[in-house]
């Protein structure tokens, strides 16, 4: 089981909020170029072009996100899957979601 502090601290920045937002919607796994487009498509002032949202992920936020089961980011088909997530982890993305993408 992930702790909830581990949820937490994979939910504190943005752009992998952003992604994981992305993520839960896909029933496959999607490749990383589409997640790129869709973060950068939800950042408010849209001051990075997907090609450098891209180089975000795949450098920062997937690998940190791939410490978690079931998150797999499979960097040489440049593909990303979100499976089988705990409800807690769930709960609390809805949550997130929520509170930072206001009606």
Do not use: C, W
Request: net charge negative; aromatic share 6%.
């Amino acid at each position: 089981m992930v702790a909830v502090d581990a949820v937490l601290k994979l939910l504190s920045a943005q752009r992998r909020r952003y992604a994981l937002y992305f993520l839960e919607e896909q029933s496959e796994p999607v490749p990383i170029e589409d997640v790129a487009e869709a973060v950068a498509a939800m950042e408010a002032a849209g001051e990075d072009a997907p090609g450098d949202v891209k180089v975000s992920l795949h450098h920062n936020h997937l690998q940190k996100a791939d410490e978690y089961e079931f998150i797999q980011y499979d960097s040489e088909k440049g593909v990303v899957e979100l499976m089988d997530s705990p409800p807690h982890f769930e709960l609390l993305l809805t949550v997130a979601n929520v509170l930072e993408q206001p009606e």
